[in-house]
Structure formats: C-alpha cells, structure tokens
C-alpha cells in the first residue's frame, strides 16, 4: 500500500505562487501516472493536473493552464505542483493520486480510477 503525503499549502494572497510536493512511501516509478486534485467545502473533487511516468507528458485543467506546473523526480518518490498567480478561487485542499493501470491518456482527469490518496494540503488564497 504507498502511502501519499503532500506539503507545502498555506495561506496566500492573490497573485502569490505556492509549490506543493506528494511524496511516496514506496516507488512510484512505475505508476502510470500522478495527479493533483482539489476540493472545496461542497464541491465536487476537482482534476487539477496529471503527469506520465516519464514525467514527459502532462495534461491540465483548463482553469490553471498556463499557471500551475506538474512535475515529478521518480528518484524521489516525489511529485511537484508549482502554482502561480494563485487566483480566490483556488482555495481548496489539495490531494495527490496515483493511477498504477494504463487506463488510456484521456481519462487521467478521472479521479474515481486512481489508487491511491493522500490526506491533503490546505490552499487558502485571500484577496
């Protein structure tokens, strides 16, 4: 069973940039792919952004193109979220997932087919 653990959330202003990280209990080289999700006091869970095994290729949402970064160093167990420009809206947990199975590229923004979570790291941007 990996175990997941993200850092790095706080309390922001917008504009600011955070840097999460998810680190691994085990290897995670394998896995098929990672991803960050986030969730709001009620909302649904929401698909942030996923990377590859490789860490070559990666997908977003549309929300946080062009602002948030996914990365991971497998040497490490560890993936990254560099988030910039953090907008009000961002305020949420953040969780990390792991997807082992090659279950098809398009659906990685599918958080019902990962395995497993981590707690999560609190995100609050103020204005």
């Known amino acids: 069973q990996v175990q997941l653990v993200e850092s790095g959330g706080g309390l922001v202003q917008a504009g600011d940039s955070l840097r999460l990280s998810c680190t691994a209990s085990?290897?995670?080289?394998?896995?098929?792919?990672m991803g960050w999700f986030r969730q709001s006091p009620g909302k649904e869970r929401e698909f942030v952004a996923a990377?590859?095994?490789?860490?070559?290729?990666?997908h977003y949402a549309d929300s946080v193109k062009g602002r948030f970064t996914i990365s991971r160093q497998n040497t490490k167990n560890t993936m990254y979220l560099q988030m910039n420009n953090l907008k009000i809206d961002g305020t949420a947990i953040y969780l990390c997932?792991?997807?082992?199975?090659?279950?098809?590229?398009?659906?990685?923004?599918?958080?019902?087919?990962?395995?497993?979570w981590g707690q999560g790291t609190q995100v609050t941007v103020s204005s």
């Open positions: 997932g792991v997807l082992k199975t090659n279950t098809g590229w398009g659906r990685v923004q599918d958080g019902n087919l990962y395995n497993y």
């Open positions: 990377v590859s095994r490789s860490g070559s290729v990666t």
């Open positions: 085990e290897g995670i080289s394998s896995s098929f792919a």
